[in-house]
């Protein structure tokens, strides 16, 4: 029987920020919706196809940032998962039918897509958090944020988005003012020391920043943070008030770095204003059994006036912004935790010298507060960036085609994920930023947290060289920190290194290289005959090639599972050589061997392309050593190595190994010298002892160093020799030999 169904005002209910009745009885889903003038529906996204018939009104449809307008008599289809508004741009009521179907098959094709057009032809500004300048930076911060995001961006470049990597020295963190104080400089001495020491080790680890702000540096930074934060004050929602605070039995006001206590929320022991288990803020007065940095005195609770926000009234905002991009639960969860609150009262600024003031009166002798000022800090990155492209990005005018990612530690959450959004709805009432979180968790070292104020970290100088940089980018890619707790010890570090890349990665490459010298003469040979085996191994190539593709898109970004596809192709490829091998030169099944070796070597080429964001320097080399040009375009499929290329893989160094094995011969001559010449009377010492111990002075030192000069070739200063034990010596010489013999061989 037909169905005749008229929309009907009566039977509309509020639904996705618009008014929306159901048809029933189509077969597929249908309904009618209204949109009144200025309204619009709230961003949303669906694995069902869905199709627009506008039949009156006029306004824009917005899908994935980009706007199309409609009117009456016009039809739109959404692809599942694209994400799309109705805004009403006229004066009149928008009213449009909608149908929508499940289609299985389509929206699994949408959802494989690495693309799936959040990020096609817009700009692209992923953060990393910018670190605070009081330390330089060790495995923790580089295995998070930074070498997140730099592979995201070079992951992106490669598949043709314009993307690029921003961050900054946090000039204004209380902790600066703290380590000024130990270290005896002033606050912007300090800054300026480890903020440079900072884009050092970044430059070492291989991560290009394309912007690096420096805010106690940039001159246009603070008239553009204090113009921001007069719109927060224009507002309404920002404004001086009096409002509980902890100060000392002086009255002087205590926060961030001057306090710690527990937890308000999970009672664990915590700093002022953020606690690192639960993610959740605290306000300095509401800890528990609250201590002074530096002092026995008990500090008090009393009233102190400041620009305050009341935050609670903004939850929905938040949870409507958290429905746009990647917002991974963990960060949801914690915006729901938070506004479980009665209230959450923020201050904007704190009394302090060290910082921006703000232009408004109400708070004197207050700064704005460095977090709430990041939010400006990001905007003030992009519009630096954009003067040097040639392009008109402001800081105050941000646009709705910026696709903003940031990376951060668990412990930025609130600032990034919940307080942002809201100052960026006070001050832009009509962006709706559109964001991507990828937030990591703690890494441990040696099971306990790294520490910058406390020193207890593996800093990135002292493990990262050019022939380092790769190794530690992929082991600390392996072990990052994602979605739970991991821990850094450095002998899990060359344990990795000797057996996966040294071991398993370059031993197949050399071994790969010197079969192609034996029976290809070093030439790439075409593909001949191809037996049901080949062709199932080139299909494990592509799956491999869209698993990577899949762990380094921005949906499913993920370093532990990237790494885990590349060693799995590795080992794939391992074991289809090894069975292989057995036809490998026999001359009835010449035919066959030469396709064996052409996908083996399209596995090699495969895994360049593939580590390529992970572990650049590799990645460069590998492709040359196959003939190739530069890694500049991620793959679509699978392709052979051109026949006829020159292989040089067999004598390329790509990794080595951190620590080789002490040799024993070497080991067993300087065992019986340093007791020779130690004039050791119980016989030949044991290994695990150092020097000192033993009872060398400078002058046995300096007989010993001449005497391993004369033996090996290799200088050791007497410092070296008196603070190692004999099993460090003879490794220390056994690294030396073996760098002198490259040296000499290159
Ligand atoms: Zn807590």
């Known amino acids: 029987m037909v169905i005749i169904n008229a929309y009907d005002a009566g039977a509309l209910h509020e639904l996705f920020g618009i008014d929306m009745s159901s048809i029933d009885g189509l077969g597929v889903g249908a309904g009618w919706g209204r949109v009144v003038p200025g309204g619009r529906s709230d961003a949303h996204q669906h694995d069902e196809t869905e199709t627009f018939v506008i039949v009156q009104g006029a306004g824009d449809l917005i899908v994935d940032a980009r706007r199309y307008p409609v009117h009456a008599g016009v039809v739109a289809q ?69 070498l997140g995001a730099d592979v995201f961006v070079r992951f992106q470049r490669l598949n043709g988005a314009q993307a690029w ?25 300090t800054a300026a020391h480890y903020s440079a020491e900072i884009a050092e080790t970044l430059r070492m680890m291989d991560i290009p920043l394309d912007q690096y702000t420096v805010t106690d540096a940039d001159p246009a930074y603070r008239a553009g943070l204090q113009a921001f934060f007069s719109r927060l004050v224009a507002s309404g929602a920002v404004a001086p008030a009096e409002a509980p605070a902890l100060v000392g039995p002086d009255g002087r006001y205590l926060y961030e770095v001057d306090v710690s206590g ?64 990647r917002v991974p639960a963990r960060l949801r969860e914690l915006a729901e935790r938070l506004f ?48 040097r492209l040639g392009r008109d990005w402001r800081a105050d005018a941000p646009r709705a085609d910026w696709k903003i990612v940031h ?9 990034h994920a919940i307080l942002y959004p809201v100052l960026y709805k006070l001050a832009f009432p009509d962006w709706a930023p559109d964001i991507d979180y990828n937030v990591n968790e703690f890494l441990l070292l040696d099971g306990a947290k790294f520490s910058t104020s406390r020193r207890h970290a593996v800093w990135g100088k002292e493990i990262l060289t050019p022939d380092t940089v790769d190794a530690v980018r992929y082991y600390l890619s392996r072990i990052r920190s994602e979605g739970r707790r991991t821990n850094f010890e450095v002998g899990a570090y060359e344990s990795a290194v000797r057996d996966r890349l040294v071991g398993t ?17 070093g ?22 090639r869209a698993a990577v593709a899949g762990a380094l898109g921005p949906d499913g970004f993920s370093l532990n599972q990237a790494v885990a596809e590349l060693d799995g192709l590795v080992d794939d490829v391992r074991r289809f050589a090894s069975l292989e091998a057995r036809v490998s030169t026999s001359p009835a099944w010449r035919d066959e061997a030469r396709t064996a070796i052409a996908l083996e070597l399209a596995a090699a080429k495969l895994l360049a392309v593939c580590a390529a ?44 190994d951190p620590r080789p094995a002490v040799d024993a011969e070497l080991a067993g001559w300087l065992t019986a010298t340093v007791a020779e010449t130690l004039q050791l009377e119980d016989g030949p010492p044991a290994a695990d002892l150092s020097l000192v111990s033993l009872g060398a002075a400078s002058l046995h030192a300096v007989t010993l160093q001449y005497r391993i000069l004369e033996h090996t070739d290799v200088e050791v200063s007497v410092e070296e020799l008196l603070g190692s034990t004999i099993t460090e010596l003879a490794g220390l010489i056994g690294q030396r030999t073996q760098a002198g013999m490259e040296v000499a061989l290159a």
């Open 262 to 325: 527990g937890c308000p929320t999970c009672g664990g022991p915590t700093g002022g204003n953020i606690c690192e288990e639960c993610g959740e803020p605290n306000f300095c007065h509401d800890l528990v059994d609250p201590a002074i940095r530096h002092s026995d005195a008990v500090p008090r609770v009393a009233e102190v006036t400041r620009f305050m926000l009341p935050l609670h009234r903004f939850a929905p905002d938040v949870a409507l912004h958290h429905h746009l991009g």
């Open 613 to 656: 964001p992970v572990m650049p320097r590799f990645a460069a080399k590998l492709a040359a050593a196959l003939g190739g040009g530069e890694i500049d375009t991620w793959p679509q499929t699978v392709t052979l190595v051109a026949p006829g290329s020159r292989v040089t893989l067999a004598d390329r160094t790509f990794f080595t």
């Open 340 to 387: 479980a609150r009665p209230g959450v009262d923020v201050a904007m600024t704190h009394p302090s010298d060290w910082g921006v003031p703000p232009l408004e009166d109400g708070a004197p002798g207050q700064v704005i507060w460095v977090w709430p000022e990041m939010s400006y800090g990001f905007l003030h990155g992009i519009a630096e960036l954009g003067r």
């Open 523 to 544: 030439l790439v040979p075409d593909a001949g005959n191809w037996t049901p085996e080949h062709t199932a191994f080139l299909a494990r190539l592509d799956t491999r």
């Open 78 to 146: 959404f692809e599942p998962f694209e994400t799309h508004v109705i805004e009403n741009t006229g004066d009149e009521d928008l009213l449009f039918a909608t149908l929508y179907w499940r289609d299985p098959e389509r929206a699994g094709r949408q959802a494989a897509q690495v693309e799936r057009g959040r990020l096609r032809d817009r700009p692209v500004f992923v953060f990393s958090t910018p670190p605070t300048p009081n330390g330089d930076l060790h495995l923790g911060h580089l295995s998070g944020p930074y």
């Open 505 to 521: 990665w370059q031993d197949w490459l050399h071994d790969l290289g010197r079969r192609m010298a034996e029976r290809y003469d």
């Open 407 to 415: 990376f951060f530690g668990y412990d930025n959450s609130f600032y």
């Open 165 to 189: 990597h921003l961050t900054g020295s946090d000039d204004y963190q209380s902790y600066v003012t703290e380590c000024a104080r130990r270290e005896g400089r002033t606050p912007a001495e």
